[in-house]
């Protein structure tokens, strides 16, 4: 399907049924798979056949659901995991180890910062984060002759800053590391990282892709073009023998278009098991259907969202990257020309307090901790998933206590519109 538009792959694209055989990809839901001989599991075991012996590590459906996406991407291998968590962190430990360094914008989802700076820290792999806007120089300041990868989020979650993925990229290959996307909200619709030097994509399809709010995944998507042997001493992992499967070379049994996801698969998958159920599967793949359609509206209700947010006199500040004059706008149009998201972040004049009495007053928009699903919620971190921090240690946070973070769903606009509009009236005077 790679000759085919986007909105024809989203549709399309990971499945081709034959003569007779289900129109809607097939739900595999089996642990275990049979074989007619040793000798024929064995060549599976040995990497010298493709097919399934175990879910555990690959399933029919995941993987149907995976060439999707990676079609979508432009990419020429894809996997999916249990979480985004798992993507990012498979992602960046099949080609770090123990002693190795990543650097990473500083700009990311708090779940994959503290993945990040506490937990792999733990596993002996140290990170130096650097803003999103740094110049050229002090981002390659940051490198270290042991870094393995640098990593970004196309949109960050919930700064909604836009990453300059050709000087990351740049950066990263002067130092013969690859580029690391996470291109959750902005999606393979409105950005394709691989086109702008990226080399490795992941996502949490929990989001927009799902859409619905019915299924936690990820995925890992590999571009394919990397170039793993030509920086053969930074990444032993799949540049020397793999003793666990026979002596095997990734790099050199399977290029540089499979290398990545296949060890990911066979290491990563093998011991850790974060699968993604064939069952979520499916249902991710009902929404990557009518992904192309709703992103358009996501979009579109999120700009109208945020300009009436704008021009009301009881918001301070309103951060969205595809208004004029947002911080980030001049990189959204190079980037994200089509639209970024529909998620909205601002903040109240009122404080902490105005911002408690705006989302007692929502009625349509729910309060949720999730974002980028068919239907509007709001979130105030500082009354729910930050409310152990103090107002000055909220605004070190990046979440002062006036912040109110929206994901726009599909709703009707004015609709939308409508419900803010009652509930910033509650807010006193």
């Not at 836009?162 to 690391?180: N, Q, S, T, W």
């Not at 793999?242 to 499979?258: M, Q, V």
């Not at 979440?399 to 509930?423: F, H, N, T, W």
Request: charged share 20%; hydrophobic share 40%; net charge negative.
């Amino acid at each position: 399907m790679s000759n085919y538009k986007m909105n024809t792959k989203c549709v399309q694209s990971g499945y081709t049924p034959g003569n007779g055989e289900p129109r809607q990809i097939p739900i595999v839901q089996s642990t275990t798979f049979k074989y007619d001989t040793s000798e024929d599991m064995g060549k599976l075991f040995d990497l010298e056949a493709s097919g399934y012996f175990y879910t555990r590590l690959q399933n029919p459906t995941n993987d149907m659901v995976a060439a999707k996406i990676a079609d979508m991407e432009g990419g020429t291998a894809a996997m999916l995991t249990s979480s985004g968590q798992a993507a990012n962190f498979f992602a960046l430990f099949n080609i770090c180890q123990c002693g190795d360094h990543i650097v990473s914008s500083s700009s990311i989802y708090g779940g994959t910062f503290n993945l990040i700076s506490v937990t792999m820290a733990k596993m002996g792999i140290t990170t130096t984060f650097v803003s999103p806007d740094c110049t050229e120089e002090e981002l390659n300041a940051a490198f270290r002759p042991n870094t393995k990868a640098v990593f970004g989020e196309t949109i960050a979650n919930p700064a909604l800053t836009v990453l300059d993925i050709e000087l990351f990229a740049k950066a990263a290959h002067a130092h013969g590391v690859p580029l690391i996307i996470d291109n959750t909200f902005a999606t393979p619709v409105n950005c394709r990282p691989f086109e702008w030097g990226a080399d490795i994509v992941t996502h949490s399809t929990t989001k927009y892709m799902d859409g619905h709010g019915a299924a936690v995944g990820g995925a890992i998507v590999d571009s394919g073009k990397f170039d793993w042997m030509a920086h053969a001493d930074k990444f032993p992992g799949l540049c020397t023998p793999d003793d666990s499967y026979h002596g095997i070379t990734y790099a050199e049994k399977f290029g540089k278009k499979g290398a990545f996801i296949t060890k990911c698969t066979a290491q990563l998958m093998r011991d850790f098991g974060s699968i993604q159920s064939p069952q979520n599967a499916f249902l991710l793949n009902l929404g990557l259907e009518s992904l192309h359609v709703r992103m358009q509206r996501h979009c579109e209700n999120g700009l109208v969202v945020a300009s009436f947010l704008q021009s009301h006199p009881k918001v301070a500040y309103v951060n969205y990257c595809d208004l004029p004059g947002d911080k980030y706008h001049a990189l959204a149009r190079k980037y994200l020309p089509g639209g970024s998201c529909g998620v909205v972040s601002f903040g109240l004049k009122g404080g902490r307090e105005a911002a408690s009495v705006f989302m007692k007053a929502l009625k349509l928009a729910a309060i949720e901790t999730h974002v980028a699903d068919a239907r509007t919620c709001c979130l105030n971190p500082a009354s729910s998933t930050h409310r152990q921090m103090n107002d000055e240690q909220l605004k070190e946070a990046g979440v002062p206590a006036e912040l109110v973070r929206m994901s726009c769903g599909i709703e009707d606009k004015e609709d939308l519109i409508a419900d803010l509009a009652q509930a910033l009236d509650q807010i006193p005077d």
